[in-house]
T-cell receptor, first 113, second 118 residues
Framework: AQSVTQLDSHVSVSEGTPVLLRCNYS??????LFWYVQHPNKGLQLLLK??????LVKGINGFEAEFKKSETSFHLTKPSAHMSDAAEYFC???????????FGKGTRLHILP | GAVVSQHPSRVICKSGTSVKIECRSL??????MFWYRQFPKQSLMLMAT?????????EQGVEKDKFLINHASLTLSTLTVTSAHPEDSSFYIC??????????????FGPGTRLLVL
């Protein structure tokens, strides 16, 4: 069975400092993994996705994530936070053998001036 | 925590018929709900934003006459796929915001509805 755990419900970082949003997953098969961002009162926007190509995935707005099978992790990072990065971030897993997708509960990122 | 339900969870219909999917916030009021669609092994696509008491806002490329959205109350939004065709077969997910202010709002996702059009 699939599951996704986002380890932090809230993360606060200062502008210009690195961002780390953690995500662990469990999957019976080879998973596809996604990170979505949602700004207040907006719909979800895809940041990046992993589908068995390179384990280091680069996304939009300077974000990237690394698929680590041994650690069952897919943490999202960004070298330098910007005020516009303040939003909620969702880690999502989808098994290759099953179209169903499972969302994490989300991590709200706060950027301090 | 807050719960969003969808009904039905799975539906099979004949081509040309209409299908209604319900999205309910079970223990909170939601002025805004979102409808997403997911094609097999692909990421989500936002279809529309549903606003209680007003017309939905559709994303570019989404046919508003085909995907009718009604948000008649603070706990219920419905998506009706009219004259469904096999290419409408997909996984439809709704989400709803809870919270009194933008800073505190938390979004909850429904479990999804699998539509198969024969």
């Amino acid at each position: 069975a699939q599951s996704v755990t986002q380890l932090d419900s809230h993360v606060s970082v200062s502008e210009g400092t690195p961002v780390l949003l953690r995500c662990n997953y469990s999957s019976s098969y080879s998973p596809s993994l996604f990170w979505y961002v949602q700004h207040p009162n907006k719909g979800l926007q895809l940041l990046l996705k992993y589908t068995s190509a390179a384990t280091l995935v680069k996304g939009i707005n300077g974000f990237e994530a690394e698929f680590k099978k041994s650690e069952t992790s897919f943490h999202l990072t960004k070298p330098s936070a910007h005020m516009s990065d303040a939003a909620e971030y969702f880690c999502v897993v989808s098994d290759r053998g099953d179209d169903k997708i499972i969302f994490g509960k989300g991590t709200r990122l706060h950027i301090l001036p | 925590g807050a719960v969003v339900s969808q009904h039905p969870s799975r539906v099979i219909c004949k081509s040309g018929t209409s299908v209604k999917i319900e999205c309910r916030s079970l223990d909170f009021q939601a002025t805004t709900m979102f409808w997403y669609r997911q094609f097999p092994k692909q990421s989500l696509m936002l279809m529309a934003t549903s606003n209680e008491g007003s017309k939905a806002t559709y994303e570019q490329g989404v046919e508003k006459d085909k995907f009718l959205i009604n948000h008649a109350s603070l706990t219920l939004s419905t998506l009706t796929v009219t004259s469904a065709h096999p290419e409408d077969s997909s996984f439809y997910i709704c989400s709803a915001y809870e919270g009194a202010s933008a800073d505190q709002e938390t979004q909850y996702f429904g479990p999804g509805t699998r539509l198969l059009v024969l």
